[in-house]
């Protein structure tokens, strides 16, 4: 919604309002304006639009997620780094479904820019595995597949990562 340079100019200027207040006596409005401060900074880390589109995803309506990252103008200029892996993360779920290659693109894209949390980043090599797999690269498909074995230390995904190393051994 507001470009990610705007969103530290409005929390410095709330900050330096605050400051002004605590200067005046206010404190109680100073505390309220510093915790308002905090949200524009937050927002900075974690954009609101992939934060709705996240929100949409786990209800699995993907034409949802679709339409919020569809607001995003320009992600390369209005997102941080990891802001992109993530966007590019929710575009390779959403072809994943439709067009492989795509999708492929897309995952490779998000690992490059990097995902925060381990979990996403086995997930997306898991889907880059079953995608390397339904095009006949079996090389390639168990690496990814043990590269995500070590990374899921949760163990969410062991019986996704089971059921794909079966279906490798017919193939």
């Known amino acids: 919604m507001f470009n990610k340079t705007f969103k530290l100019i409005i929390a410095v200027l709330i900050i330096g309002f605050a400051g002004y207040q605590f200067y005046e ?3 109680g409005n100073g505390i309220f304006l510093i915790l308002l401060s905090l949200i524009f900074i937050f927002l900075y880390f974690r954009n609101e639009m992939i934060l709705l589109a996240f929100l949409r995803m786990r ?3 993907l034409v949802g997620t679709q339409k919020w990252l569809d607001k995003i103008n320009n992600p390369e200029a209005a997102l941080t780094t990891k802001q992109q892996g993530y966007y590019n993360y929710l575009h390779g779920i959403i072809h994943s479904q439709k067009n ?4 492929e693109k897309y995952f490779k894209k998000a ?3 990097g995902l925060t949390m381990d979990y996403d980043v086995a997930m997306a090599k898991l889907s880059l595995a079953g995608i390397a797999m339904q095009k006949r690269r079996k090389r390639e498909a168990t690496t990814l597949l043990q590269e995500a074995k070590k ?3 949760n163990q969410m995904l062991t019986e996704q990562i089971k059921m794909m190393q079966q279906q490798m051994k017919k193939i």
């Open 59 to 61: 209800k699995q309506d």
């Open 100 to 103: 492989l290659t795509q999708a």
């Open 151 to 153: 990374l899921d230390k």
């Open 25 to 27: 006596g206010n404190i």
């Open 111 to 113: 690992l490059k820019l």
